[in-house]
């Protein structure tokens, strides 16, 4: 008779017989990207041409998860269908995904109290967004949640965060939160979510009794992965005050004095991971995947989207599948072309993705835009930073400016006109600009409804749910007259408000906020953010500040905001110098302090293999430009400190320190731009 197994043994046979289960919330809770979800719920849009479901499965299947729950309340006839779509449902994926619909549910509480309701949860299991996209070894996070359960069954909670470094080139505003943590345990005591316009947060003086050794991060990125204990579902369902996962549930976890419940922190160093919250992320993430930085996570790499990719130099995925390119088209860095595109002559598409079946005209220019499957685009048009839905057609003449979201279905133009951040829609917008979530959400529903009792009966292969929901011509839409110079002539199209920043009855320090909101679009630069004086103030001395990192504010405010990236390696000088030009127009227009401005030039400066010669030398043509020239000597000199003054130590800050060659630098463009001759009183 075999020898029976220690307790010890049992436990972790039982342990390695456990089935890792994961829960998805598909759903967002917000409307942040509309119009473009009032036909897909955000974890169906695509990102460089895979729904964002997918991304998510590839996640938790690459790390040990075998079943999977995916919550749905809108659009939860399209996320079942998606799902049977999905390659990862074939038995052969190892994945069990089990759709979960719920009518009733407005917040992320209300999700995780259904859960709680249906008791599915058997063990700790992985809680993620369903807009993630990550390369994290997962698995070890749960290895060392499960290591501290066995130490303390009241270890509830590890929450994965990621190091923002330099590349992600923060902005002002977004989503910044401040985490405090036990240095040697990782536990955190503290999580405040900072407003774009304050530099300090309160700690309470127990935290600071209690822990000897504190580690207060403002660089940490929120990945939207969480290793839970069947005890968070339970605590919703005991506390209805819990809506937000952040922002009322570890809150009130760490301040509460009952419950005694602990909550870790994961910081990830070397893998990627990110949520896609809104169209500035969208477009961050999805170049974070053009410029391989989520590998394996990469086009051309059995790409989830079922195509196949010719990867080119300066990070170019040209589709193997029936793409037509005009010899006289030019494809930038940064560029993803789907299967089935077809470009015509003359066109320029950089730093852009054209999905499935895109037709793009003559003479036809797209920069830093994401164009949705069957779209079609005439001649003689451009497109700059935004987003265009699938099936749109889009006419001759045509210019859509940064920031525009065009909704599927819809047809512009010809000789449409959109302003900057304006949204289009096939469907009307709410009555009220500051509708809120519920409203909008019914309108949703409303329209799902009408989707489901019109469902097409087409059952070919292949058919993928963006094309099954706006693969019909929208209905006749009167464009009024005064909308005929925005929209064109032939437009079916609603033109919706455009969002204000007004703060209305919303806190500032709402997550929600509309200044937040504005600053998470597409194309917005936060350029045009006002600040009091004594705000910036604040911003230039916030290496000193409370905060105690290094970071400047600019970061400091918006550690957790992945922004645009439009490279990683620099082929040329001139893509250098354009790069630079880009990086110090940011830090002038934005008030980054000294300190972040010398690391993003030290970064590019890295990648290319320049000399830093040619770095300061771009520096002082920089601030010799910004020298407002007048008549007066006296005063043009002022003019000249007050340039020198604020931004002169970028030089040292970079590591230049030769005075002479400075003077010389000076000259010699001065020389080459005699109008600034004027500075040396000439």
């Known amino acids: 008779m075999p020898p029976k197994a220690s307790g010890k ?40 041409n895979t729904p964002l479901l997918d991304w998510t499965f590839e996640a938790l299947a690459s790390a040990g998860v075998q079943q999977v729950y995916v919550f749905c309340s809108s659009h939860a006839s399209l996320v079942r269908q998606a799902i049977d779509a999905s390659p990862w449902s074939r038995p052969s994926s190892g994945l069990k995904i089990i759709p979960i619909s719920s009518r009733e549910a407005r917040s992320v509480g209300d999700a995780l109290r259904e859960i709680d309701t249906k008791q599915i949860i058997s063990s700790d299991f992985v809680l993620v967004s369903g807009d993630i996209i990550s390369n994290i070894r997962i698995e070890d996070v749960v290895k060392e949640h499960r290591e501290r359960r066995k130490i303390s069954k009241d270890a509830i909670m590890t929450t994965v965060v990621r190091e923002v470094g330099p590349r992600d080139r923060p902005q002002p505003g977004g989503d910044a939160t401040v985490i405090v943590m036990n240095a040697e345990t990782s536990q955190c005591v503290h999580y405040e979510y900072v407003p774009h316009d304050k530099t300090d947060f309160d700690l309470p003086a127990e935290v600071i009794m209690k822990h000897k050794d504190l580690d207060v991060r403002i660089d940490l990125l929120d990945c939207g992965i969480d290793i839970c204990s069947p005890d968070v579902p339970a605590l919703f369902s005991e506390n209805f005050d819990y809506q937000d996962l952040r922002k009322d549930f570890v809150r009130g976890v760490l301040m509460s004095d009952l419950l005694s419940k602990t909550i870790y922190c994961h910081v ?52 193997k599948n029936r793409v037509s390119l005009s010899r006289t088209s030019v494809i ?49 048009c451009v497109i700059e930073e935004s987003i265009i839905g699938a099936h749109v057609r889009i006419l001759d003449g045509s210019i859509i400016r940064r920031g525009c979201l065009v ?26 600009e500051n509708e809120d979530w519920d409203e909008e959400e019914e309108e949703r529903k409303e329209v799902e409804e009408k989707d489901e009792e019109e469902e097409d009966n087409d059952t070919d292969e292949g058919r993928s749910v963006i094309a099954s929901v706006v693969g019909t011509e929208s209905s006749a839409v009167s464009v009024e007259p005064s909308l005929v110079s925005v929209l064109g002539q032939l437009a079916k199209a609603y033109l919706w408000p455009i969002e204000s ?27 045009d953010v006002e600040y009091e004086e004594s705000d910036v103030s604040d911003l230039d001395t ?39 030009r880009q990086s110090l127009d940011r830090a002038y227009l934005e008030g980054h302090s000294i300190d972040n401005a010398a690391i993003e030039l030290k970064t590019l400066r890295m990648a290319s293999n320049v000399p830093l010669k040619q770095v300061a030398e771009s520096i002082v043509g920089f601030l010799v ?20 003054e604020r931004w002169g130590p970028l030089l040292t800050s970079i590591g230049w320190d030769d005075a002479a060659e400075t003077i010389s630098l000076l000259q010699r463009y001065c020389a080459l731009n005699p109008k600034y001759q004027k500075i040396f009183g000439l």
């Open 9 to 48: 043994e049992k436990a972790a046979i039982e342990e390695e017989d456990e089935i890792l289960q994961a829960v998805i919330l598909a759903d967002s809770f917000n409307s942040r990207f509309g119009p473009l979800t009032m036909d897909l719920p955000r974890c169906l849009l695509p990102v460089c």
């Open 268 to 319: 990830e160093t070397k893998g990627y991971a990110a949520r896609v919250k809104n169209t500035k992320s969208y477009a961050a993430v999805s170049k974070d995947i053009i410029t391989r930085r989520t590998f394996p996570l990469v086009p051309d790499d059995n790409h989830l989207g079922g195509d196949r990719f010719d990867q080119r130099r300066g990070y170019v995925y040209v589709s």
């Open 332 to 380: 930038g860095n940064h560029t993803v072309i789907g299967a089935g595109c077809e470009v015509m002559n003359d066109v320029h598409i950089s730093s852009s993705v054209l999905g499935k079946g895109c037709e793009v005209g003559n003479r036809t220019t797209i920069r830093d835009s994401f164009i949705w499957d069957k779209t079609r685009i005439g001649a003689d």
């Open 407 to 432: 909704g599927q279905n819809v047809t512009l133009g010809p000789n449409a006109s959109l302003d900057k951040f304006q949204r289009v829609s096939r469907h009307p917008p709410a009555n009220d």
């Open 501 to 527: 920043s007004e703060g209305g009855e919303v806190e500032t320090e709402d997550i929600e906020s509309p200044l937040n909101i504005k600053l998470g679009r597409i194309g917005d630069h936060g350029s």
């Open 542 to 580: 916030v290496g000193s500040s409370p905060l105690g990192s290094p970071l400047s504010a600019s970061s400091a405010t918006s550690a957790g905001l992945i922004n645009n990236i439009p490279t990683i390696s620099l082929d040329s000088a001139a893509d250098f110098l354009s790069e630079c």
């Open 625 to 644: 430009g910004k020298v407002e020239l007048v008549d007066a000597p006296a005063a043009q000199r002022a003019k000249v400190n007050v340039i020198v």
